[in-house]
């Protein structure tokens, strides 16, 4: 059973930082692209950063950096200078030509 397991999330005070992380079980990351998405409430998900299957090309978004350790199988998210319109529930996200796999969410707050 492929499992992902964000953490990671909670309050922070606008510019902070905060680094998520995911876990994952049943699959292994490196044959997969995989990615960071939040979202809002009533909004669409959004992707933040993306390492590309084969390639390990990286895209990220400003403040964000995202980066994989193969050893554990874990993905990661560092944010700083975090606002409070960062405030989201970020998803990690696995896929290939097979398979689209996602995590359950860790909320992020971002207020004083």
């Known amino acids: 059973q492929v499992q992902l397991v964000e953490s990671g999330g909670g309050l922070v005070q606008p510019g902070g930082s905060l680094t998520l992380s995911c876990a994952a079980s049943?699959?292994?990351?490196?044959?997969?692209?995989v990615g960071w998405y939040r979202q809002t409430p009533g909004e669409q998900r959004t992707l933040l950063a993306q390492?590309?299957?084969?390639s390990g090309a990286k895209a990220t978004k400003g403040r964000f950096t995202i980066s994989r350790d193969d050893a554990n199988n874990t993905l990661y998210l560092q944010m700083n200078r975090l606002k409070p319109e960062d405030t989201a529930v970020y998803y990690c996200?696995?896929?290939?030509?097979?398979?689209?796999?996602w995590g359950q969410g860790t909320q992020v707050t971002v207020s004083s």
């Open positions: 996200n696995a896929i290939n030509d097979q398979a689209d796999f």
């Open positions: 049943g699959i292994v990351f490196g044959f997969y692209s």
């Open positions: 390492i590309e299957r084969g």
